[in-house]
């Protein structure tokens, strides 16, 4: 199973960027997937997740109502919509995939992870 994210760069202050996650000789929608990320000298948090069951979705507090997940089944990949970016949502993002039935931003719940892609916000 390998999953590999991309799209990561720098944007100023209040701007977009789309990160895509994308599998290779597996389907994403079997499994739930899941953003995390990780700023220099935090801990890895979970952002937002998009269950296999039913296409529910999730999303940390602090990007409610900015990011936003969805899910291309004939593209096999996953979007991760940030919008009114903030110097804080600068980190390395990463994708994951989990075996789980229901939604989680819980990174233990996750089996599988791509490499990160990171996302720098500044002026």
């Known amino acids: 199973v390998q999953l590999q994210a991309f799209g990561g760069g720098m944007v100023q202050p209040g701007g977009s960027r789309r990160l895509s996650c994308a599998a290779s000789?597996?389907?994403?929608?079997?499994?739930?997937i899941g953003w995390f990320r990780q700023a220099p000298g935090k801990e890895r948090e979970g952002v937002s997740c998009?269950?296999?069951?039913?296409?529910?979705?999730d999303y940390a507090d602090s990007v409610k109502g900015r990011f936003i997940i969805s899910r291309d089944n004939a593209k096999n990949t996953v979007y991760l919509q940030m919008n009114s970016l903030k110097p804080e949502d600068t980190a390395v993002y990463y994708c994951?995939?989990?075996?789980?039935?229901?939604?989680?931003?819980?990174?233990?719940?996750?089996?599988?992870w791509g490499q990160g892609t990171l996302v720098t916000v500044s002026s």
């Open positions: 998009i269950s296999k069951s039913d296409g529910s979705t």
């Open positions: 000789r597996f389907r994403l929608n079997y499994y739930t």
């Open positions: 994951a995939a989990s075996l789980l039935w229901g939604s989680s931003l819980r990174a233990s719940e996750y089996e599988y």
